[in-house]
């Protein structure tokens, strides 16, 4: 085999290692603390070798500045059959405030090769975006933050706007949804639709079950909630999507 023909098959390997470790979704498996996330070494370990079995790392001599501080780093080769290739991630020994600790004990050291094995799993695709923006510029990071804000704001504008249309009852509300564009829908979500209507809809029902001498009922619930359903998707369809916001009204 020529060297060309041999890059190119390393090339392929790689591109597939990277579509298959990039496409899983490590949402759940995320851990945060103190502002930054973590997936868990033996998860993603796991994963890894359940695709590339063949796979092994190389842990090279813990390196110290000269403030006593340490750096530890790491090789993981990814291999399958006669593909592989290596990445190399470095990580300072930190503390739980994500500062550099001076003369690090064995338990801390050993605590950052785990991580930074994990951080070099990322390399390869597995939970990478998990990642975006810890080493950005300052001034990056307040843009980001600031567009963060604006999008919090014109979110619970939305929730406002919908929780006052939920109270004039299943027309008003319904009209609202309707007039409201694609993005926003997105924006507000089923779950979140559904949680305020529900909310409204039994303080009405209360309201006029006691006004009755009667108790609500969970079925009363049920059809005011498939009578709005029903409506909403002849008018503009289904909307699935869903953001992580608890709604109380």
């Not at 406002?160 to 109270?167: N, Q, S, T, W």
Request: glycine share 6%; hydrophobic share 35%.
């Amino acid at each position: 085999m020529s060297k060309t023909q041999q890059t190119e098959k390393e090339k392929s390997f790689q591109q597939q290692v990277w579509e298959t470790l990039s496409t899983i979704n490590v949402n759940d498996k995320i851990e945060k603390k103190n502002g930054l996330s973590y997936l868990s070494w033996a998860w993603a370990w796991g994963v890894l070798m359940a695709h590339y079995p063949e796979s092994y790392y190389t842990i090279d001599t813990v390196s110290y500045n000269n403030d006593r501080s340490a750096m530890v780093s790491l090789t993981l080769t990814v291999k399958q059959g006669d593909n592989e290739f290596p990445r190399t991630m470095w990580l300072p020994v930190m503390d739980y405030r994500n500062q550099a600790i001076s003369n690090p004990n064995a338990l801390d050291i050993n605590k950052t090769l785990m991580r930074c094995l994990t951080k070099a799993i990322s390399m390869f695709g597995l939970g990478f975006y998990i990642y975006a923006g810890e080493d950005l510029p300052e001034q990056e990071k307040i843009v980001i933050q600031q567009e963060a804000a604006q999008q919090k704001v014109r979110y619970d504008q939305l929730i406002r706007d919908l929780k006052i249309a939920a109270k004039g009852g299943v027309e008003s509300m319904k009209t609202h949804w309707q007039q409201l564009t694609p993005e926003e829908t997105n924006i507000i979500g089923e779950e979140n639709k559904m949680a305020i209507y529900r909310n409204i809809a039994i303080k009405n029902e209360a309201h006029h079950e006691t006004e009755n001498g009667r108790v609500v009922s969970g079925k009363t619930w049920e059809s005011h909630r498939q009578q709005f359903t029903q409506s909403v998707i002849q008018g503009q369809g289904k909307n699935t999507t869903k953001l992580p916001h608890a709604v109380s009204l």
